[in-house]
């Protein structure tokens, strides 16, 4: 039942009324140990929202996140630092996290030293071994961010979430700003890494192209709700949101044979402060039908584990 409404004098200057940016608008999900969820949907969608709702970075409006049973909102500040330590976060931009004034050595030990973690010593290998483990060398702590590559600095974001041997990564469009040959080795290390450290991932995308080579199981979002969920298969092979189907034929054929048939959407995104009455998705669905224009569908089950909102799928 996660909703996060910012309230529009928030985002729009000199503007007050009681309208809100409807940002995460009641969004449900388990995640399981080990694997890798995939969140996806158009920028706007609310996919950063609801990440930084996950690890309590913003506050929700209303509902909970339970982590191994525990609800993150009951906590106190104390106890919030320390949970936050099995839950990190890998963001877009690779220089977000990184103070260009900063070493590398630095920035990869600077969570250990906000929880103190370990002597200085006990630090500077740890970072070693952070280098190491994401395909750098020691030579590179003693460095500055401006003298990486993209691709790099994201090694090096990578390391730097998981100086705390977090439970969970948050990996918020991780390779979106990395160049297409970049993107795969970004993914691959991210594979190894999971298995290495028992790690499990949220990974938000734009891009299902992205997403269908880590994901096990995939949420695809629209305007703050989600409106398909299922595991990798039924999402890929056997999509039922009109939306879900839009979104896989965006994605370039493999072959000249490929006879998959698109589906393109009328319009932009609507705006997330009025969103459309009924299903919000009827402005831009190919099927829409008069009842979506007055009710929203719920998310139901279709299969084991597979979950949509739609009328056609009721
Ligand atoms: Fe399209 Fe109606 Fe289904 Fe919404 S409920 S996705 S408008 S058919
Ligand atoms: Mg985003």
Redesign the pocket.
Known sequence: GLKKHFPIADTVPFKSSKMAVKAVDGIDFDLYKGETFGIVGE?GCG??TLARLINQLITPTSGTVNFNGVDLAKLSQKEIRSARKSIQMVF?NPDASLDPRKKIDYLISEPLKIHNIGTKEERKQKVVDLLSTVGMSAYHAERYPHEFSGGQKQRINIARALALNPDVVIC??PVSALDVSIQAQVINLLKRLQKEFDLTYIF?S?DLNVVRYICDRIAVMYLGRIVEIGTFDQIYQNPKHPYTKALLSAIPKESPFDKKERTVLNGDLPSPVNPPNGCHFHTRCPFAMEKCKQESPILQSVNQGHSVSCFLHE
């Open positions: 920028s996919k950063s877009q918020d469009e938000i734009h």
